[in-house]
């Protein structure tokens, strides 16, 4: 929460005897363990003033000697970071010919021997893009000034795993079509509001387009969900929260028309809340931000006409006009397939059931001047339904539903400086192309939080957050369904300190993982740790890994 504490809080270490080793918890890359793999370091780069100085880029080309170019059984990439003294997170946006491929964010640093972490993202299903050499961008603005010394010192390399006959090439879309800003400068993703749009033409013979969605909050939008909304704005110190309420849907529109919409996940980046929670355990989310999936196949008909079309990505809240704060970072990638046949793909779309926001109500009730309950819901219904001629004479019906449900229930009391919220975001996505289910994502993330503030000095909080990610996921027919469920439970404590000791706090942080996919991929972890800054230590109380990915 709160204007106070944005993405800001540091951690100062007092001392510190050892590199810290940070995570966030995942399941492992599902890839070939025996077959031969081929690797690139793409860059390494000391992020320091980047704010100014700009992006990483490299130029990265197809490794000749893993199988024919494009017929990898699967990519990754490893991003590892090391980083010492006083930062805050920063946002970190890979791109790689022009199209966003990874959103991540960083683990603040400590002083002394500082922090190291490694992620491996599996960009298997950006083959398309791979396959060709082209420009490799990583967007981390960081800044240096009076306080603040931390350099973010990465290295990337990609892993190019062979094909072979029993580790298949793996399937890819035809084609791949950024929605973003298209710079080869910066991270390619737009800032909204007001709402980016970007005219595409698609080739005449796409018989079927998939898209994934980035989006995540950043300044007064970066706590979204403990925004209050605008008729309770009055009954708060204005020092305690924003404004435009707790509701934001990102939606996907062609041509003026809904083509689907996202409830996002909250991802925590590592100076929220308390960052004491985070070290060495980050938020689930923050080294690889969830993406979000829309069929928009249902609008092949109308693409495929050899003109342009408008996409338009923007964010909108349960206010009257819709309106949000600054700002929210958003792009998209399209990954289009093409019929056999270069005849132009024909057809309609039959129905288009989708309002142009969500149904919403704000609700309340108000004892006195920061006392007061405020309650937020939305219910979305989407119903797009399209008959799909190829230039091949194939027929596909494709039914694309989203059935979502949202509320977020604020209390405040003691003059704002005690507060909870109970947020529930519920859905049920899915899409058939001739029955067949091609796309389905059923998720649950509730999250609920205690913050209290002890007095009006705003200098010390307790808090606590009990939240999941519960999300069985088929993104596109590309890719292998997965189930996960990550259950993570924090309390601590903060206090801002004086220029001499630095702000300190503790926390501890409970986490219990499992994944498991249609290919019988499994894994589990449960890890705790307690991290106390007042005798600097870290502890991991518990850590048991399971499941056939564990190694
Ligand atoms: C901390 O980072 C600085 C550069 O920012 C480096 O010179 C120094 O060696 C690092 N210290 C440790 C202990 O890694
Ligand atoms: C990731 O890269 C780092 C070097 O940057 C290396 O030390 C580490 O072993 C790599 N991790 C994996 C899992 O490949
Ligand atoms: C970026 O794009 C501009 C024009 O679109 C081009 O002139 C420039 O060479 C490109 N830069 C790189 C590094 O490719
Ligand atoms: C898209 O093209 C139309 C003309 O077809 C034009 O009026 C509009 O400004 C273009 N929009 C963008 C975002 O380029
Ligand atoms: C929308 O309404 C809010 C009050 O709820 C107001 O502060 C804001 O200026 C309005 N925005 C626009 C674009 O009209
Ligand atoms: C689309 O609608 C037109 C006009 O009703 C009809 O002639 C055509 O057969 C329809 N195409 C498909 C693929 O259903
Ligand atoms: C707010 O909600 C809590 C719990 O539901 C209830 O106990 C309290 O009376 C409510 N306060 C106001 C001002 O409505
Ligand atoms: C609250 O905001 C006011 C006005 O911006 C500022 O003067 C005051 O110092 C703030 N109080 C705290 C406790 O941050
Ligand atoms: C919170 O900070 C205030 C002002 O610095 C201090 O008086 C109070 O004792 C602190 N409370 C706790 C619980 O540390
Ligand atoms: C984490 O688990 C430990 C051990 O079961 C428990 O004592 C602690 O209260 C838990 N913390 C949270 C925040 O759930
Ligand atoms: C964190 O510090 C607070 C305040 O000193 C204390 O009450 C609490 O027990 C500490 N928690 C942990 C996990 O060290
Ligand atoms: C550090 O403090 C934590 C709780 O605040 C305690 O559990 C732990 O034993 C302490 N460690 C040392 C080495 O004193």
Redesign the pocket.
Known sequence: MFNLFWSFFLLTSLSSEAVIQDFQVAQPSVVPVDTKRCTVEIFRHDFANSFVDGSAIAQLDPPEDCGPVGSWAAITLNLTVTTNGTQFDRLGIFTFHGVEIWRTSTFEPTIGDGVIWTYIKDVTQYIPLFSGSGEFLLELDNLIETGLDGIYSTTVIATYYESSAEHPPAKKADMIIPISTLSNTTGDDASVPPTFSLNITVPNNAIAIYAEIFASGNGLEEDWFFNVPDEFLPEISSNITSAHDGFREVRLLIDGLVAGVVFPYITIFSGGFIPSFWRPIGSYGVAELPTYFIDVSPFV?LLTDGFHHNFSLDVVSAEANHTINPNWFVSGILQVILDASSDPT???M?VHSASDFADTSITGSVTDFGHFNATVTATRDIRIEA???SGSGQ?THVVWIQDLQFSNIQTYKNNGIQATLTQTSIGNSSSTHNGVTVLSDVFSYPFSTNFDYFDETLSNWTSSIDHSYDRALLPNPLRVASMINNHQTTDGFFQLGTEKIGNFGNGTNNNTFSYSDAEGKTYTRRVNAINSNFNDTITISLDEVGGNLAH
Do not use: A, E, R, V
């Open positions: 008909p024909t057809g309609n039959t008959d799909i001629l027929l």
